[in-house]
């Protein structure tokens, strides 16, 4: 058994941005970016004998396109400006390696992202405190899905695999804020988070294939699905000390950091089934404590890492998803640990 896949990629871009001051608080960003991306790609299985060849030519894929990006500043006060960007993204489109006769066809598009940001940047008293705040909403057109081809579901099934499609436009609104303090001349606080209103897409639900009654394959998504890998929310906060000390007869800086971090819940993939399940991961809390001691040449540091020796589920894989045990992989974050270090700097 022997099976290869190969692409050869070629990107052109031609982008670029202008800053014009219309006044002495008024400002315009206008930019774009021009893209073509050429591939070429190769795939194919040798079986051994006895067993049927799955012959797939190679394929050439072009994506091109235009993406603007138009943005406005405006000063309030020496201190605090609000603005507003429209910009657009894309995600190159792409092939699936077949596997028998697949429902969703071999080849997708780009997607593309429009997305609206609204924010405000502050600083306030004498600028030891400062306050930035950003909004956006993101309209995700031709979204690229990736969820287990309904094939496998046929009698007698195809063999079971995970596809990529254009199936469906999304909506993503949420919110950034980040606020940093200094208390005193040794003490620092900083706080931000990431809120989401909402993130769902609203998905094909069937896909033609005369193979399946109606002709109507069922894609198993719901009408309207929340879109996974976005935390519903997220934050992290921070306390920095730092002062002089002398010790052993030595003049050097004291440093301290106390830290703390919380990833909300978030699910790992679209589509759900009993080959490859829906699962939620995240909804972990993380805090760590960084001590040392800086004489300049010299360098010596404490970290204690993780101190709740969390168990945090970065990502379920449910690829690997075994329905008899009812088991997968996890991706899980570094359990407790320490680490102690001495530097010398030349």
């Known amino acids: 058994w022997y099976s290869h896949q190969g692409t050869n990629r070629k990107d052109l871009a031609i982008f670029g941005e202008i800053d014009y001051q219309i006044t002495d608080r008024l400002a315009l960003l206008l930019g774009g970016r021009y893209y073509e991306v050429d591939r070429y790609l190769s795939y194919g299985v040798e079986k051994p004998a006895g067993y049927a ?13 235009f993406i603007p990006k ?11 400006m609000v603005w507003a960007v429209y ?50 909403e993101m309209a995700w057109k031709g979204m690229q899905l990736e969820l287990t081809d309904p094939s496998f ?6 063999p079971w695999q995970a596809v990529v499609a254009n199936l469906g436009d999304a ?6 804020l980040d606020v940093t303090a200094l208390l005193s001349d040794n003490l620092q606080v900083g706080f931000n988070i990431t809120k989401m209103f909402h993130a769902y897409v609203n998905p094909m639900e069937t896909y033609p294939d005369p193979r399946f009654e109606g002709g109507q394959a069922s894609l198993g998504l719901d ?7 976005f ?25 301290a950091r106390f830290q703390h971090s919380y990833e909300g819940e978030s699910l790992n993939q679209l589509g759900d089934g009993s080959a490859a399940p829906k699962q939620v991961s995240g909804n972990y809390r993380i805090t760590d404590l960084i001590v040392g001691y800086d004489l300049g040449d010299w360098k010596a540091q404490l970290s204690l890492n993780n101190i709740g ?38």
């Open 171 to 176: 909506e993503v609104s949420g919110m950034d």
């Open 87 to 136: 910009s657009e993204g894309y995600r190159v489109g792409g092939v699936n390696r077949a596997r028998g006769e697949p429902t969703l066809p071999l080849q997708y598009e780009s997607d593309i992202i429009e997305n609206m940001e609204l924010g405000i940047k502050s600083s306030f008293m004498d600028d030891t405190v400062q306050i930035n705040a950003t909004v956006y």
């Open 231 to 255: 935390a519903d929310m997220s934050y992290s906060m921070y306390l920095d000390y730092s002062d002089n000390m002398q010790i052993m007869g030595l003049d050097g800086e004291l440093f």
């Open 309 to 346: 020796d969390e168990r945090g589920i970065t990502y379920k894989d449910s690829s690997d998803f075994d329905p008899y045990f009812g088991q997968n992989s996890d991706n899980v974050i570094r359990p407790r640990n320490y680490n102690f270090s001495i530097r010398r700097f030349f």
């Open 53 to 65: 060849q799955n012959v797939v030519p190679d394929r050439t894929d072009v994506d091109d396109g």
């Open 223 to 229: 009408p309207q699905s929340d879109l996974p890998f």
């Open 70 to 80: 138009v943005g406005v500043q405006y000063d309030l006060t020496d201190n605090m």
């Open 153 to 158: 579901s046929l009698s007698p099934p195809q």
